[in-house]
DNA sequence: CGAACAAGGATTGTGCACAATCTACAAAAC
DNA sequence: GTTTTGTAGATTGTGCACAATCCTTGTTCG
């Protein structure tokens, strides 16, 4: 056995080593644009480079990270437009599976996301808001999971995560959450069975939680002058 | 000079080899199951099995490919429920791009579209109904295009490809094709700038789409013996 | 003093060899 | 005759070494 042997033994997988680095950029310990260098990450997780250029590229496939070719791999880092673009989606996709779910709902399904709610809350009181932003979202993936839509659940999943990175960069501090109450809301007309309710629901606080954001186009500025030279 | 130089130089990149694979699926040049094998692509563009083995990561996060630990990759063969579930994300996204896009056309984009719909009506002239899908596929991608949406584009394209597949496996032969007609029509709406009209237009269109397809349950029953004994 | 240029270091890209695993076929035991 | 087991072949999984590319820094020239 060795010392301090870094993380060895059963994490050598692909799907391992990408879940854990998704993992810490969706809890916000990687902050957008971070390098995520191939050496680093290999020794970090005592594997060959082989398997992290591969967990690396199916990251970037989800949208998660960003590769520049010779240049390497970072924390994608949204822009404003594709922020715009990902509520957007959510807004097309959201509200009816929301009904979806709601007509389709066990009772065992309205407990889980009871449970969601509370370890959210949990978190939150904890002062982890980065782990509450990352739970908040498996509520919507659990909403997703619920009416039965395997397809729509991926979709979703991948604009949950990219909705962390947003939050991440462009999330107003003040009015800390205008969350817990919808989804309190939301669970309560999944439990009726209340599909129209809750696609109306979904919708408002799609739009609440958009309006949360500072989408206005003030950094994209120094951004374009580093584009305009190259 | 080599005698039979397999494909040699320039297309030694992933996206470049990716591309090729992925045209011929959606070509319907390589069915559904069709074995992958890493050696046999190698040689026959004239490269590693690093490059390979990449691309068809990249193929399997797109839906295309599907692949098993220590058994290799196979182009995918989506089951009638993953049929039904593309359809309804379809009908979710499409209608309401469809309606942006009226919205934004510009003059070249009608354009474009009509280009379009020449290709589409050579190809089946030509007897080529493989390409005719893709060219077809292709048209409700140029109008998320249009729609200025790249992220439901991304999605639309993902979805427009594993139709592809299933239209190759489920596919009605009899009445040839409700395509071309609505195609026209919709092209009709987008160029007069009437949102609502293109919205309708392309839901009875996926409608119509689906009831071509035979997605009943009855090639699940030898799947579900295989299933239940592992 | 500023800018262009060149050398060095670091990081990624790719091919290759070996290890691990699976499939198929054949032989032996029941 | 059926089942099990063992061996051979093929295919995928992974680490490693070298090549290609890029960034940084120091130097030199205008």
Same mark, same amino acid.
């Given at each position: 056995?060795?010392?301090? *042997?870094?993380?060895?033994a059963?994490?050598?997988?692909?799907?391992?080593?990408?879940?854990?680095?998704?993992?810490?950029?969706?809890?916000?310990?990687?902050?957008?644009?971070?390098?995520?260098?191939?050496?680093?990450?290999?020794?970090?997780?005592?594997?060959?480079?082989?398997?992290?250029?591969?967990?690396?590229?199916?990251?970037?496939?989800?949208?998660?990270?960003?590769?520049?070719?010779?240049?390497?791999?970072?924390?994608?880092?949204? $822009?404003?437009?594709?922020?715009?673009?990902?509520?957007?989606?959510r807004?097309?996709?959201?509200?009816?599976? /929301?009904?979806? /779910? *709601?007509?389709?709902?066990?009772? $065992?399904?309205?407990?889980?996301?009871?449970?969601?709610?509370?370890?959210?809350? !949990? /978190?939150?009181?904890?002062?982890?808001?980065?782990?509450?932003?990352?739970? $908040?979202?498996?509520?919507?993936? /659990?909403? !997703?999971?619920?009416?039965?839509?395997?397809?729509?659940?991926?979709?979703?999943?991948?604009?949950?995560?990219?909705?962390?990175?947003?939050?991440?960069?462009?999330?107003?501090?003040?009015? !800390?959450? =205008?969350?817990?109450?919808?989804?309190?809301?939301?669970?309560?007309?999944? *439990?009726?069975?209340?599909?129209?309710? *809750?696609?109306?629901?979904?919708?408002?606080?799609?739009?609440?939680?958009r309006? =949360?954001?500072?989408?206005?186009?003030s950094?994209?500025?120094?951004?374009?002058?580093?584009?305009?030279?190259?």
């Amino acid at each position: 056995m060795s010392v301090t *042997a870094p993380e060895r033994a059963h994490s050598a997988t692909i799907e391992g080593v990408a879940a854990k680095i998704e993992l810490a950029i969706l809890d916000h310990r990687l902050a957008p644009g971070t390098k995520l260098t191939e050496d680093e990450l290999a020794s970090i997780y005592g594997i060959g480079r082989t398997i992290v250029r591969a967990a690396l590229q199916s990251l970037t496939h989800k949208g998660l990270v960003e590769t520049q070719r010779n240049r390497g791999a970072f924390v994608a880092k949204p $822009s404003i437009r594709e922020a715009r673009e990902v509520f957007e989606a959510r807004a097309l996709l959201e509200p009816r599976t /929301a009904q979806s /779910a *709601a007509e389709r709902a066990r009772p $065992s399904d309205v407990r889980l996301l009871h449970r969601h709610i509370k370890q959210e809350h !949990a /978190a939150l009181d904890a002062g982890n808001t980065g782990r509450a932003v990352y739970l $908040s979202g498996e509520f919507h993936v /659990a909403i !997703a999971r619920i009416a039965d839509q395997t397809t729509i659940e991926h979709f979703i999943y991948q604009l949950i995560a990219r909705s962390s990175l947003i939050i991440a960069l462009y999330w107003r501090r003040r009015d !800390a959450l =205008c969350e817990s109450h919808a989804h309190h809301a939301l669970v309560d007309a999944i *439990a009726n069975g209340d599909g129209a309710r *809750a696609e109306e629901l979904m919708t408002s606080h799609l739009v609440d939680l958009r309006s =949360c954001l500072d989408l206005s186009d003030s950094p994209a500025a120094p951004k374009t002058l580093r584009e305009a030279l190259a």
